[in-house]
């Protein structure tokens, strides 16, 4: 089962035995053994009973609540692992470590590496489309990271990256019925960077809990800069899952006609625009299909879920940072 998206307006989320039910208007929603499930998404307004919220913080199971248009907007979990060497070393490190600067190069190599085999992907399915200025915009900003010595130098590489990435989305939406005017967040005011959006906070809800698992704490980062209730290495581990796990699935529902102009709706003062209940509910569907679908592990060298891979990057990192392997190793894939 995986994650639980709990998307009905006003439901009420309640324990039967070992299960969790969802319920709305008297009717039966959802009924899942909690053996199956690794986490609770509840996207809109919904009652939370406290036997459920006692099994999950006994279970470690977390449960974050996100606006109906994907806004982050918190998450209850239980307190953190014991694994305070994990934590130590991962504040030691702080600054401009020596440390810190190797974990963002990986970052910053892990993302922009998937950037570039996505638009060479890209370019080899469609030989019309003129995508090599964008390539070769993301291998000039590649070339010095190893070479680079300052955090603010790999923001700046990462920055001109992700310029280059999104300069070629437009040319990589082969459905006419969508446009993309460029990356908008604060509200996305257009169904493509809807999408992005939505995903992007999906993903930061997996990626927090994998790095909790591991023992980390999720505000303390080294790409993204301190700011008060951010969690800086939830959002720098998620950077190299960016183009493998959202992106992918945002092409998919577009290019592939999963979803269509009309699973959208726009709010009429702000101009945000977010899913319809169907969309809402392809869209998730989309997303849990790709976090549960397996590929070999670069590193590992075996299969894995991506769900999986979470975790594995956490400990990676984690070896890293308290110096049992030498380099941290992103997840690339060829």
Same mark, same amino acid.
């Given at each position: 089962?995986?994650?639980?998206? /709990?998307?009905?307006?006003?439901?009420?989320?309640?324990?039967?035995?070992?299960?969790?039910?969802?319920?709305?208007?008297? #009717?039966?929603?959802?009924?899942?053994?909690?053996?199956?499930?690794?986490?609770?998404?509840?996207?809109?307004?919904?009652?939370?009973?406290?036997?459920?919220?006692?099994?999950?913080?006994?279970?470690?199971?977390?449960?974050?609540?996100?606006? *109906?248009?994907?806004?982050?907007?918190?998450?209850?979990?239980?307190?953190?692992?014991?694994?305070?060497?994990? $934590?130590?070393?991962?504040?030691?490190?702080?600054?401009?470590?020596? !440390?810190?600067?190797?974990?963002?190069?990986?970052?910053?190599?892990?993302?922009?590496?998937?950037?570039?085999?996505?638009?060479?992907?890209? #370019?080899?399915?469609?030989?019309?489309?003129?995508?090599? !200025?964008?390539?070769?915009?993301?291998?000039?900003?590649?070339?010095?990271?190893?070479?680079?010595?300052?955090?603010?130098?790999?923001?700046?590489?990462?920055?001109?990256?992700?310029?280059?990435?999104?300069?070629?989305?437009?040319?990589?939406?082969?459905?006419?019925?969508?446009?993309?005017?460029?990356?908008?967040? $604060?509200?996305?005011?257009?169904?493509?960077?809807?999408?992005?959006?939505?995903?992007?906070?999906?993903?930061?809800?997996?990626?927090?809990?994998?790095?909790? /698992?591991?023992?980390?704490?999720?505000?303390?980062?080294?790409?993204?800069?301190? !700011?008060?209730?951010?969690?800086?290495?939830?959002?720098?581990?998620?950077?190299?899952? $960016?183009?493998?796990?959202?992106?992918?699935?945002?092409?998919?529902?577009?290019?592939?006609?999963?979803?269509?102009?009309?699973?959208?709706?726009?709010?009429?003062?702000?101009?945000?625009?977010?899913?319809?209940?169907?969309?809402?509910? /392809?869209?998730?569907?989309?997303?849990?299909?790709?976090?549960?679908?397996?590929?070999?592990?670069?590193?590992?060298?075996?299969?894995?879920?991506?769900?999986?891979?979470?975790? /594995?990057?956490?400990?990676?990192? *984690?070896?890293?940072?308290?110096?049992?392997?030498?380099?941290?190793?992103?997840?690339?894939?060829?």
């Amino acid at each position: 089962m995986g994650t639980v998206y /709990i998307t009905h307006e006003d439901a009420f989320i309640g324990k039967t035995d070992e299960r969790i039910t969802v319920k709305a208007n008297k #009717q039966l929603l959802l009924d899942v053994p909690l053996i199956k499930v690794d986490g609770v998404v509840v996207l809109g307004r919904a009652t939370v009973s406290p036997a459920v919220v006692m099994e999950l913080l006994e279970k470690r199971i977390p449960l974050s609540f996100l606006m *109906a248009t994907g806004r982050y907007l918190g998450r209850l979990e239980p307190e953190m692992t014991k694994n305070i060497f994990v $934590r130590a070393a991962q504040w030691e490190a702080s600054g401009e470590s020596e !440390r810190a600067v190797g974990a963002v190069r990986g970052f910053v190599r892990g993302k922009l590496k998937n950037y570039r085999i996505a638009l060479l992907r890209r #370019q080899r399915e469609a030989p019309e489309l003129d995508l090599q !200025r964008g390539i070769q915009r993301l291998e000039d900003a590649i070339a010095p990271i190893d070479t680079t010595h300052s955090i603010n130098s790999l923001r700046g590489l990462e920055g001109a990256g992700s310029a280059a990435y999104f300069g070629c989305f437009p040319q990589s939406i082969k459905n006419a019925l969508f446009h993309f005017p460029g990356r908008r967040r $604060r509200p996305p005011t257009d169904p493509v960077n809807s999408l992005l959006s939505f995903g992007y906070a999906l993903l930061r809800h997996d990626i927090q809990g994998a790095i909790n /698992i591991v023992g980390f704490d999720p505000y303390l980062g080294y790409l993204h800069v301190e !700011r008060y209730g951010r969690p800086g290495l939830a959002l720098d581990l998620m950077e190299e899952f $960016r183009p493998l796990v959202v992106d992918a699935v945002v092409f998919n529902a577009i290019n592939n006609q999963k979803l269509t102009p009309s699973d959208f709706t726009a709010e009429p003062i702000s101009g945000a625009v977010s899913l319809t209940p169907d969309g809402l509910k /392809i869209f998730l569907r989309m997303y849990e299909e790709k976090k549960q679908s397996k590929f070999k592990h670069p590193v590992m060298g075996r299969q894995c879920t991506y769900q999986e891979a979470f975790e /594995i990057q956490a400990r990676l990192l *984690a070896k890293y940072l308290m110096g049992e392997i030498d380099q941290y190793p992103p997840l690339v894939k060829k």
